[in-house]
């Protein structure tokens, strides 16, 4: 999976993946009870046509064989998505392993299941977009489908729109897609406002919260308890898939929010208890976004890893020398020292109060307003 590079100086790099999955190995989650590294086939052409066109497969498996060619038609290469060499090969392993952890959670093998390689939320059915070829996250919702679910909730807290997988479903009423991500008026791919709410046959099944710039922990937290448990509790989904994107640190080179790994790390923590709660546990987590490749996303992908296998690492923990030696040697950076970034993330709740005057409440209830209704829910007193 690691062969999703679009270069060195991409930011996109794939040292994030090996980095990340090093670590798992450093503290042995590998190993851990209950918990199997499992290697995907590469998806086919049929299944990844659960979503993208026959055209779109194509042009892909055309660009891989020679990039030379790529003009930037599909949106390939591109500035964002360049071809590269096997792009198809490289790119339908990691739809395969979403589409795996689909089979895997819905057959009951396993009670959730982590692809962080996936995440690819920008790939629409027939364009490459944001760094992302084949949408794995929207296959494996499709996949859901296929095998029988009857609603399933996606949710994305990349700090980009997720909009590949709000295309995908737009107008499926089975598939509720929430997408928290700062605001489209100051980030790429510049939708994601609250009032895109689905298409006609599936008003209020596309909900988007967007951030204002600058918003840490306590702000992005109270945003996402105001608004996507009351949610997931009134759609009652058959299973919850959820995208990873790192880039909300306040490290990322490429956004402007104010999160620290504490505060992702606690958002893992509430979809989990989401999944546990109202769908049986069937969770499928996928990574993302994430351009802090050393100090942040092996950290936040590791937690991750380690919330769906119930064997959380205390943020305290020390990373293992070994590791930190490895950064040193790949990367000349010197990676950092513990699990935490040192905060203890405390908000207010939505419940308590708001401030028609405060930036983040003002987002807020523009997306409570444009779909809490649709789903029976008051816009200003269920939380």
Same mark, same amino acid.
């Given at each position: 999976m690691t062969g999703y590079d679009f270069g060195a100086w991409h930011p996109m790099k794939p040292i994030r993946l090996q980095l990340t999955i090093d670590l798992v190995r450093a503290y042995g989650l590998d190993r851990a009870d209950g918990l199997a590294v499992v290697a995907p086939a590469a998806a086919t052409d049929e299944q990844l046509q659960l979503v993208h066109t026959a055209d779109y497969i194509a042009a892909v498996r055309a660009a891989g064989a020679d990039p030379s060619c790529a003009d930037g038609?599909? =949106? #390939?290469?591109?500035?964002?998505?360049?071809? +590269?060499?096997?792009?198809?090969?490289?790119? *339908?392993?990691?739809?395969?392993?979403?589409?795996?952890?689909?089979?895997?959670?819905?057959? =009951? $093998?396993a009670p959730h299941a982590?692809?962080? *390689?996936?995440g690819l939320h920008h790939a629409m059915p027939s364009a490459a977009a944001g760094f992302c070829?084949?949408?794995?996250?929207?296959?494996?919702?499709?996949? &859901? &489908?296929?095998?029988?679910?009857?609603?399933v909730v996606y949710v994305d807290i990349d700090v980009h729109h997720g909009d590949g997988v709000q295309t995908a479903f737009w107008n499926d009423p089975r598939v509720l897609t929430i997408s928290l991500h700062e605001s489209p008026r100051f980030l790429y @791919?510049?939708? =994601? +406002?609250?009032?895109?709410?689905?298409?006609?046959?599936?008003?209020?099944?596309?909900v988007n919260v967007a951030l204002p710039p600058g918003i840490a922990d306590a702000g992005w937290l109270r945003a996402f308890h105001a608004v996507v448990p009351p949610l997931v509790?009134? +759609?009652?989904?058959? $299973? #919850? /898939? !959820?995208?990873?994107?790192?880039?909300?640190?306040?490290?990322?080179?490429?956004?402007?929010?104010?999160?620290? /790994?504490?505060?992702?790390?606690l958002a893992q923590v509430a979809l989990h208890d989401l999944a546990h709660r109202f769908c049986g546990g069937r969770w499928i987590a996928t990574g993302g976004g994430g351009?802090?490749?050393?100090? /942040?996303? @092996?950290? !936040?992908? !590791?937690?991750?890893?380690?919330?769906?296998?119930?064997? @959380?690492?205390?943020?305290e923990t020390e990373l293992p020398f070994e590791w930190r030696e490895q950064v040193r040697i790949r990367t000349g950076d010197q990676g950092p020292y513990r699990m935490t970034d040192g905060r203890t993330p405390v908000f207010r709740p939505f419940a308590g109060g708001y401030d028609p005057a405060d930036r983040l409440d003002q987002a807020v209830l523009a997306t409570r307003r444009a779909v809490f209704p *649709?789903?029976?829910?008051? @816009?200003?007193f269920d939380i």
């Amino acid at each position: 999976m690691t062969g999703y590079d679009f270069g060195a100086w991409h930011p996109m790099k794939p040292i994030r993946l090996q980095l990340t999955i090093d670590l798992v190995r450093a503290y042995g989650l590998d190993r851990a009870d209950g918990l199997a590294v499992v290697a995907p086939a590469a998806a086919t052409d049929e299944q990844l046509q659960l979503v993208h066109t026959a055209d779109y497969i194509a042009a892909v498996r055309a660009a891989g064989a020679d990039p030379s060619c790529a003009d930037g038609s599909c =949106g #390939i290469g591109t500035d964002d998505t360049p071809a +590269f060499k096997n792009m198809h090969e490289v790119s *339908a392993l990691i739809a395969g392993g979403s589409l795996a952890a689909a089979d895997a959670v819905w057959s =009951g $093998a396993a009670p959730h299941a982590v692809n962080f *390689a996936g995440g690819l939320h920008h790939a629409m059915p027939s364009a490459a977009a944001g760094f992302c070829v084949y949408n794995d996250t929207a296959l494996a919702i499709a996949r &859901l &489908l296929e095998l029988g679910a009857e609603r399933v909730v996606y949710v994305d807290i990349d700090v980009h729109h997720g909009d590949g997988v709000q295309t995908a479903f737009w107008n499926d009423p089975r598939v509720l897609t929430i997408s928290l991500h700062e605001s489209p008026r100051f980030l790429y @791919p510049g939708t =994601g +406002f609250p009032d895109e709410t689905g298409g006609p046959d599936a008003e209020g099944t596309a909900v988007n919260v967007a951030l204002p710039p600058g918003i840490a922990d306590a702000g992005w937290l109270r945003a996402f308890h105001a608004v996507v448990p009351p949610l997931v509790e009134a +759609f009652r989904p058959d $299973a #919850i /898939v !959820t995208q990873h994107g790192a880039d909300t640190h306040i490290e990322d080179p490429l956004a402007h929010l104010g999160m620290t /790994v504490d505060g992702q790390r606690l958002a893992q923590v509430a979809l989990h208890d989401l999944a546990h709660r109202f769908c049986g546990g069937r969770w499928i987590a996928t990574g993302g976004g994430g351009y802090a490749a050393t100090d /942040v996303v @092996p950290r !936040t992908w !590791t937690h991750l890893v380690a919330e769906a296998a119930h064997a @959380p690492i205390d943020p305290e923990t020390e990373l293992p020398f070994e590791w930190r030696e490895q950064v040193r040697i790949r990367t000349g950076d010197q990676g950092p020292y513990r699990m935490t970034d040192g905060r203890t993330p405390v908000f207010r709740p939505f419940a308590g109060g708001y401030d028609p005057a405060d930036r983040l409440d003002q987002a807020v209830l523009a997306t409570r307003r444009a779909v809490f209704p *649709a789903h029976g829910l008051d @816009p200003l007193f269920d939380i």
